[in-house]
């Protein structure tokens, strides 16, 4: 059953919606009250129970591994780039509507995005599980093959594993309703998508327009070749993305180039201006930029041209800084040229990320407890295997699960990637744990991080995050001062000097027309290599892919030249 349960929602202040929080809770201190003062025995039992009901989900989750295979190796044929991941929303809401959850399409402006929600007794407390869906242009790659092998060469894969996380979430989550159904206990089950997270295009929309507005703790889940969970403020920049749009006038370029006005020359300008800007810049800072549109032939002055650019620094202040520096360079540009700005839009945002301290140590402790899957030495081969070939080290896959990670030093920090997770963070609790369903030794956003992702090895890893993630749920909804623990850390540690200020505007809309023509490029052609779980027990058996697969012979200087990733 299809339903719009966010239309018109009211949204709250964060003090009325502490207010909120605090009196749903109210229900889960009595419980404790009465815990304390009843004799030890009740505690224990309580206890017990958990206990109980935890080594009941580790063993339903097992049971399904093959679900989290299916799951994995499903998503991973798919390979769908940002904002046009439909194969993907049919096919994982086909699967929740089918266990009872209610889904509602195309939330926060964005076709592809959807949540599906499921509620038991008082619905409280609500618990929001995310993973990100979205694939990599040009990373297509034969799974289980430790060198570069696509099956269709320079389309869109899964070069970052983000075909994994929603195996890990969904697994958990529906064998906890079950439990649910079975213990009566309260609570209300959301899972969402993260969409476009490889253009930052989708999180900053879901807070603005309401999505989380009654969510008590979001737990978000990203593919690594290990487990990890941190709390505080941790790695990676704030950003935004933004596209700068000129117009001029065209003229035959031989014959009469004066009396045109080219917007490829304003680009060109505004870019090598902020390559003399970038000696000014702090270390930590990230700044990138591609040409989208510079004109339609040689012989015609460019009317219209756009560069995108991502920005990137340690906080929202200083991000806003670049992103006004280069709209004076844009002003200049146009001047310049004679040109004119047409557009400055922003595209996508994030920032920063501050994950909540009760809920890391409560995954903390359910990691240690699920620890890393047990590796074959085909599974190691096959990592051993591309580190050979791509030059890095020879380590294989981790075999010890790393400890609780705390804040890191700001002032310290020289910088790295982004995820717009960090706009959730700042307005409920939130962790993101990570889950060992890939290899280490790839250069991310590559071809060579898809290999293991639809192998034992990415079904073995989300196999444990469901684990993990199940046990964590269970914490959530039958220990309610670990959720009180995780509002009061939010509201008197992590926002005790801090106000979350959008990058986007309430009129800014997502950039949903993002990929539309490499999909429409592609998408008919990787169709025939959709996985089929109808006729192949795995994705390397559709694919008669003898796993691992390693090249046996020595590499030349030159093959091995043509192996290594670019790593711009």
Known sequence: MLTSHHQGCVRLSRKEKLTVHRSRFSQYLV???????????????????????????????????????????????????????????RYLTGILEDHGFEIELGVAGMPSAWTARWSNGSGSPVIALGSDVDGIPQSNQKPGVAYRDPILSMAPGHGEGHNSGQAVNIVAALNVKELMEREDIDGTLMIWPGIAEEQLGSKAFFVRDGVFDDVDVNLFTHVSSNFSVTWGHTSGNALVSAQFRFTGETAHSAGSPWRGKSALDAIM?????????????????????????????????????????????????????????????????????????????????????HFSKPVAEVTQMNIERVGLPEWSGEDVALANGLQRDLGQEERGLPTQVPPLRGPINLANYSGGGSDDIGDVSWNMPTITMRYPANMPGGPGHNWANGIAMATPIAHKGSLAGAKVQALTLLDLFLDGQTVEAAWDYFNDVQMADMTYTPFITPDDKPAIWLNEGIMAQWRE????????????????????????????????????????????
């Open 269 to 353: 300008l505004l870019a090598q201006a902020w390559e003399y800007k970038r000696e000014h810049l702090r270390p930590p800072q990230r700044s990138h930029y591609i040409i989208v549109e510079g004109g339609d032939q040689p012989n015609v002055v460019p009317q219209t041209a756009t560069i995108w650019f991502y920005f990137r620094e340690v906080d929202y202040p200083r991000v806003v800084e670049m992103y006004d520096a280069a709209k004076l360079m844009a002003r200049g540009a146009a001047m310049m040229t004679g040109t004119e700005i047409d557009t400055i839009m922003t595209v996508g945002s994030a920032w920063n990320r």
């Open 31 to 89: 419980v404790f009250f009465i815990t304390i003062f009843v004799p030890v025995g009740l505690g224990a039992q309580a206890d017990a129970r958990m206990q109980g009901l935890k080594d009941e989900a580790l063993q339903m989750v097992e049971e399904d591994a093959k679900m989290v295979q299916e799951i994995v190796d499903m998503l991973f044929s798919f390979g769908e780039l940002g904002f046009q991941e439909f194969e993907t929303q």
């Open 525 to 568: 052609r990787m169709r025939p290599f959709y996985y089929d779980p109808s006729r192949y027990d795995t994705y390397l058996e559709q694919l008669g892919i003898e796993y691992p697969t390693i090249r046996t012979r020595p590499i030349s200087e030159d093959a091995l030249g043509r192996s290594v990733p670019n790593r711009h």
